[in-house]
Protein backbone atom coordinates (compact mmCIF):
# COMPACT_ATOMS: atom_id res chain seq x y z
CA UNK A 1 0.00 0.00 0.00
CA UNK A 2 1.32 3.49 -0.41
CA UNK A 3 1.58 5.92 2.23
CA UNK A 4 -0.13 8.52 3.01
CA UNK A 5 0.71 11.87 4.20
CA UNK A 6 -1.53 15.14 4.25
CA UNK A 7 0.50 17.19 6.64
CA UNK A 8 4.14 16.29 6.73
CA UNK A 9 5.50 16.61 10.91
CA UNK A 10 8.92 17.60 11.49
CA UNK A 11 9.79 18.86 15.06
CA UNK A 12 12.98 20.22 15.74
CA UNK A 13 12.90 21.92 11.63
CA UNK A 14 11.68 25.36 10.55
CA UNK A 15 8.93 25.12 8.74
CA UNK A 16 9.00 28.11 6.00
CA UNK A 17 6.06 27.40 3.92
CA UNK A 18 3.55 24.69 3.27
CA UNK A 19 2.31 25.37 -0.37
CA UNK A 20 -0.57 23.89 -2.49
CA UNK A 21 1.24 20.10 -2.07
CA UNK A 22 4.83 20.90 -1.01
CA UNK A 23 6.10 21.47 2.78
CA UNK A 24 9.41 23.45 2.85
CA UNK A 25 11.91 23.66 5.75
CA UNK A 26 14.96 24.52 6.04
CA UNK A 27 18.09 22.88 6.93
CA UNK A 28 20.40 25.55 6.71
CA UNK A 29 21.77 28.87 5.73
CA UNK A 30 21.96 27.03 1.89
CA UNK A 31 20.02 24.04 1.88
CA UNK A 32 16.43 22.95 2.60
CA UNK A 33 13.75 19.91 3.13
CA UNK A 34 11.22 19.63 0.20
CA UNK A 35 8.33 16.97 1.21
CA UNK A 36 5.38 16.32 -1.72
CA UNK A 37 2.28 15.97 0.62
CA UNK A 38 -0.48 13.92 -0.80
CA UNK A 39 -2.81 17.13 -0.48
CA UNK A 40 -4.54 18.06 -4.03
CA UNK A 41 -5.33 20.96 -5.68
CA UNK A 42 -7.33 22.85 -8.66
CA UNK A 43 -8.23 25.15 -9.30
CA UNK A 44 -5.74 26.84 -7.16
CA UNK A 45 -7.84 25.47 -4.27
CA UNK A 46 -6.60 22.48 -1.65
CA UNK A 47 -9.16 20.11 -1.60
CA UNK A 48 -9.98 18.23 1.42
CA UNK A 49 -9.22 14.69 0.72
CA UNK A 50 -5.85 13.02 -0.18
CA UNK A 51 -4.88 11.29 -3.13
CA UNK A 52 -2.73 7.83 -1.33
CA UNK A 53 0.21 8.16 -2.50
CA UNK A 54 0.45 11.29 -5.12
CA UNK A 55 3.81 12.29 -3.16
CA UNK A 56 5.72 9.84 -3.59
CA UNK A 57 4.85 9.63 -7.36
CA UNK A 58 5.42 13.13 -7.87
CA UNK A 59 8.76 13.07 -6.29
CA UNK A 60 9.57 9.77 -8.14
CA UNK A 61 8.85 11.88 -11.37
CA UNK A 62 10.36 14.66 -10.22
CA UNK A 63 13.35 13.38 -9.82
CA UNK A 64 13.46 11.27 -13.19
CA UNK A 65 12.71 14.21 -15.22
CA UNK A 66 15.49 16.52 -13.29
CA UNK A 67 18.07 13.48 -13.57
CA UNK A 68 17.08 13.41 -17.55
CA UNK A 69 17.36 17.35 -18.46
CA UNK A 70 20.66 18.40 -15.96
CA UNK A 71 22.04 18.77 -19.37
CA UNK A 72 19.87 21.67 -20.41
CA UNK A 73 19.20 23.45 -16.95
CA UNK A 74 20.66 22.67 -13.40
CA UNK A 75 18.36 21.92 -10.28
CA UNK A 76 17.56 22.31 -7.19
CA UNK A 77 18.45 18.53 -6.15
CA UNK A 78 21.42 17.95 -3.63
CA UNK A 79 22.91 14.01 -3.27
CA UNK A 80 22.09 14.06 0.62
CA UNK A 81 20.91 10.94 2.36
CA UNK A 82 17.51 11.82 3.94
CA UNK A 83 18.29 9.87 7.12
CA UNK A 84 20.82 12.09 7.86
CA UNK A 85 18.29 15.22 7.98
CA UNK A 86 15.06 13.65 9.27
CA UNK A 87 14.73 14.52 13.23
CA UNK A 88 15.21 11.60 14.91
CA UNK A 89 12.67 9.28 15.99
CA UNK A 90 11.09 10.10 12.49
CA UNK A 91 9.48 7.42 10.25
CA UNK A 92 11.99 7.02 7.09
CA UNK A 93 9.99 5.12 5.34
CA UNK A 94 7.36 7.31 5.52
CA UNK A 95 9.29 10.18 3.51
CA UNK A 96 11.90 8.55 1.65
CA UNK A 97 10.18 8.28 -1.66
CA UNK A 98 8.44 11.85 -1.01
CA UNK A 99 11.53 14.03 0.35
CA UNK A 100 14.69 15.46 -1.22
CA UNK A 101 17.75 17.55 0.17
CA UNK A 102 17.73 20.86 -2.27
CA UNK A 103 19.47 23.94 -2.92
CA UNK A 104 18.24 26.78 -0.85
CA UNK A 105 17.40 29.76 -4.20
CA UNK A 106 15.83 32.85 -4.53
CA UNK A 107 12.47 32.04 -6.30
CA UNK A 108 11.84 33.53 -9.75
CA UNK A 109 8.53 35.36 -8.82
CA UNK A 110 6.32 34.13 -12.11
CA UNK A 111 5.01 30.74 -13.14
CA UNK A 112 7.10 29.50 -16.74
CA UNK A 113 4.79 27.75 -18.53
CA UNK A 114 5.38 26.18 -21.98
CA UNK A 115 2.58 25.17 -24.09
CA UNK A 116 2.06 23.05 -27.41
CA UNK A 117 -1.57 22.73 -27.71
CA UNK A 118 -4.17 25.36 -27.09
CA UNK A 119 -6.29 23.90 -23.92
CA UNK A 120 -7.48 25.02 -20.50
CA UNK A 121 -6.82 28.84 -19.76
CA UNK A 122 -5.00 28.98 -23.39
CA UNK A 123 -8.19 28.15 -24.62
CA UNK A 124 -10.39 30.32 -23.23
CA UNK A 125 -7.73 33.45 -23.39
CA UNK A 126 -7.66 32.44 -27.17
CA UNK A 127 -11.32 32.24 -27.75
CA UNK A 128 -12.02 35.40 -26.33
CA UNK A 129 -9.08 37.66 -27.72
CA UNK A 130 -7.40 36.06 -30.90
CA UNK A 131 -3.64 36.20 -28.27
CA UNK A 132 -2.29 34.23 -25.99
CA UNK A 133 -0.13 36.37 -23.10
CA UNK A 134 0.00 38.94 -25.32
CA UNK A 135 1.39 36.49 -28.30
CA UNK A 136 -1.24 36.81 -31.72
CA UNK A 137 -1.53 33.02 -32.54
CA UNK A 138 -3.27 32.11 -36.17
CA UNK A 139 -7.08 32.44 -36.59
CA UNK A 140 -9.40 29.39 -36.74
CA UNK A 141 -7.54 26.84 -34.48
CA UNK A 142 -9.53 24.66 -32.45
CA UNK A 143 -9.71 23.38 -29.05
CA UNK A 144 -6.80 20.79 -27.81
CA UNK A 145 -5.15 21.95 -31.34
CA UNK A 146 -1.20 22.05 -31.92
CA UNK A 147 -0.12 24.98 -31.73
CA UNK A 148 2.66 26.36 -35.01
CA UNK A 149 5.86 26.21 -32.33
CA UNK A 150 5.88 26.04 -28.77
CA UNK A 151 5.09 29.18 -26.86
CA UNK A 152 6.32 30.85 -23.60
CA UNK A 153 2.84 31.50 -21.94
CA UNK A 154 4.28 32.99 -17.86
CA UNK A 155 1.32 33.68 -15.39
CA UNK A 156 1.81 35.04 -11.67
CA UNK A 157 2.05 33.28 -8.64
CA UNK A 158 -0.69 33.16 -6.59
CA UNK A 159 -1.07 32.71 -3.04
CA UNK A 160 -2.79 29.71 -1.55
CA UNK A 161 -6.50 30.14 -2.35
CA UNK A 162 -5.67 32.94 -4.53
CA UNK A 163 -5.77 32.10 -8.74
CA UNK A 164 -2.79 32.40 -11.20
CA UNK A 165 -3.01 34.72 -13.85
CA UNK A 166 -1.63 34.60 -17.17
CA UNK A 167 0.65 37.81 -17.88
CA UNK A 168 2.86 39.06 -21.04
CA UNK A 169 6.15 38.42 -21.52
CA UNK A 170 6.73 42.16 -20.76
CA UNK A 171 5.29 41.80 -17.66
CA UNK A 172 8.13 39.25 -16.81
CA UNK A 173 10.50 41.85 -18.03
CA UNK A 174 9.38 43.80 -15.09
CA UNK A 175 9.56 41.86 -12.71
CA UNK A 176 12.83 40.19 -13.19
CA UNK A 177 14.62 42.21 -15.24
CA UNK A 178 15.18 41.41 -19.04
CA UNK A 179 18.53 39.20 -19.05
CA UNK A 180 16.23 36.86 -16.17
CA UNK A 181 13.34 37.01 -18.17
CA UNK A 182 15.10 36.16 -21.26
CA UNK A 183 16.85 33.09 -19.25
CA UNK A 184 13.76 31.50 -17.64
CA UNK A 185 11.85 31.99 -21.37
CA UNK A 186 14.81 29.61 -23.08
CA UNK A 187 15.20 27.19 -20.29
CA UNK A 188 11.21 26.36 -20.04
CA UNK A 189 11.00 26.08 -24.31
CA UNK A 190 14.38 24.03 -23.60
CA UNK A 191 13.22 21.71 -21.31
CA UNK A 192 9.70 21.44 -22.89
CA UNK A 193 10.98 20.63 -26.42
CA UNK A 194 13.32 17.74 -24.81
CA UNK A 195 10.76 16.41 -22.68
CA UNK A 196 8.00 16.76 -25.16
CA UNK A 197 10.33 14.52 -27.88
CA UNK A 198 11.02 11.83 -24.93
CA UNK A 199 7.43 11.56 -24.50
CA UNK A 200 6.73 11.30 -27.63
CA UNK A 201 8.13 7.96 -28.55
CA UNK A 202 6.49 6.72 -25.19
CA UNK A 203 3.02 7.42 -26.68
CA UNK A 204 2.09 10.34 -24.37
CA UNK A 205 1.87 14.15 -25.41
CA UNK A 206 2.95 16.95 -23.18
CA UNK A 207 0.58 19.63 -24.00
CA UNK A 208 1.72 21.80 -21.68
CA UNK A 209 3.72 22.11 -18.18
CA UNK A 210 4.93 24.55 -15.71
CA UNK A 211 8.38 25.37 -14.45
CA UNK A 212 9.71 27.12 -11.68
CA UNK A 213 13.19 28.52 -11.26
CA UNK A 214 15.81 30.40 -8.35
CA UNK A 215 18.69 31.20 -8.40
CA UNK A 216 21.25 31.21 -5.91
CA UNK A 217 24.07 34.08 -4.63
CA UNK A 218 26.03 34.52 -7.90
CA UNK A 219 22.98 34.51 -9.74
CA UNK A 220 23.12 31.35 -11.78
CA UNK A 221 20.00 30.04 -12.64
CA UNK A 222 17.87 26.35 -11.58
CA UNK A 223 14.81 24.97 -12.21
CA UNK A 224 13.17 23.35 -8.68
CA UNK A 225 10.24 22.48 -7.28
CA UNK A 226 8.88 19.99 -9.32
CA UNK A 227 8.98 19.23 -12.83
CA UNK A 228 6.96 18.01 -15.87
CA UNK A 229 4.40 16.16 -13.30
CA UNK A 230 0.65 15.11 -13.49
CA UNK A 231 0.34 17.97 -10.64
CA UNK A 232 2.48 20.81 -13.24
CA UNK A 233 1.61 18.88 -16.61
CA UNK A 234 -1.30 18.34 -19.16
CA UNK A 235 -0.07 14.49 -20.45
CA UNK A 236 -2.33 12.91 -23.06
CA UNK A 237 -2.61 9.10 -24.97
CA UNK A 238 -1.34 9.88 -28.20
CA UNK A 239 -3.43 7.09 -29.30
CA UNK A 240 -6.87 8.62 -28.18
CA UNK A 241 -5.99 12.41 -29.21
CA UNK A 242 -8.60 14.14 -30.68
CA UNK A 243 -8.79 18.08 -32.07
CA UNK A 244 -11.62 19.67 -30.90
CA UNK A 245 -12.31 18.14 -28.00
CA UNK A 246 -10.62 18.22 -23.89
CA UNK A 247 -8.50 15.02 -24.57
CA UNK A 248 -8.45 12.02 -21.69
CA UNK A 249 -5.76 12.65 -19.54
CA UNK A 250 -2.90 11.23 -16.62
CA UNK A 251 -2.85 14.07 -15.00
CA UNK A 252 -5.34 16.18 -12.55
CA UNK A 253 -7.54 16.95 -15.44
CA UNK A 254 -9.63 13.87 -14.51
CA UNK A 255 -10.30 15.92 -11.33
CA UNK A 256 -11.08 19.41 -12.71
CA UNK A 257 -13.29 17.70 -15.00
CA UNK A 258 -15.20 16.17 -12.37
CA UNK A 259 -15.51 19.88 -10.45
CA UNK A 260 -16.85 21.35 -13.51
CA UNK A 261 -19.77 19.19 -12.91
CA UNK A 262 -20.36 20.17 -9.25
CA UNK A 263 -22.10 23.51 -8.02
CA UNK A 264 -19.02 24.97 -6.61
CA UNK A 265 -17.87 28.26 -7.29
CA UNK A 266 -13.85 27.40 -7.04
CA UNK A 267 -12.74 28.87 -4.10
CA UNK A 268 -12.40 27.30 -0.68
CA UNK A 269 -13.61 25.07 0.89
CA UNK A 270 -13.48 22.68 -2.09
CA UNK A 271 -16.08 20.10 -2.04
CA UNK A 272 -15.17 16.50 -1.00
CA UNK A 273 -13.89 14.06 -4.02
CA UNK A 274 -15.74 10.59 -4.23
CA UNK A 275 -13.74 7.42 -3.63
CA UNK A 276 -14.16 6.32 -6.93
CA UNK A 277 -12.56 9.67 -8.62
CA UNK A 278 -9.77 9.31 -6.04
CA UNK A 279 -9.11 5.81 -6.81
CA UNK A 280 -9.07 6.50 -10.51
CA UNK A 281 -6.91 9.49 -10.48
CA UNK A 282 -4.26 8.02 -8.31
CA UNK A 283 -4.39 4.89 -11.10
CA UNK A 284 -3.61 7.85 -13.66
CA UNK A 285 -0.66 8.99 -12.00
CA UNK A 286 0.86 5.60 -11.75
CA UNK A 287 0.36 4.84 -15.43
CA UNK A 288 2.00 8.44 -16.22
CA UNK A 289 4.98 7.30 -13.60
CA UNK A 290 5.23 3.64 -15.16
CA UNK A 291 5.49 4.79 -19.01
CA UNK A 292 7.23 7.58 -18.87
CA UNK A 293 9.70 7.28 -16.46
CA UNK A 294 9.46 2.80 -16.35
CA UNK A 295 8.64 3.72 -12.35
CA UNK A 296 6.08 1.56 -10.23
CA UNK A 297 5.36 1.97 -6.84
CA UNK A 298 3.38 -0.68 -4.59
Partial sequence: MPTILPQSNLPGLELIHRGKVRDVYALDDDRLLMVATDRLSAFDVVLPNPIPGKG???TQMSNFWFGKTAHLVPNHLLDVPLADVLPPGTDLALYEKRAVVT???KPVPVEC???GYLIGSGWKDYRATGTLCGIALPAGLQQAQQLPEPIFTPST???VGDHDENVSFDAVIDAVGSELAGQVRDATLAIYRWAAAYAAERGIII???KF???TDASGKLYVMDEMLTPDSSRFWPADEYRVGISPPSYDKQFVRDWLETQDWNKTAPGPVIPDDVIARTAAKYAEALQRLAGIRLD
Fill in 56 to 58: EML
Fill in 103 to 105: RRL
Fill in 113 to 115: IAR
Fill in 157 to 159: KAA
Fill in 207 to 209: ADT
Fill in 212 to 214: EFG
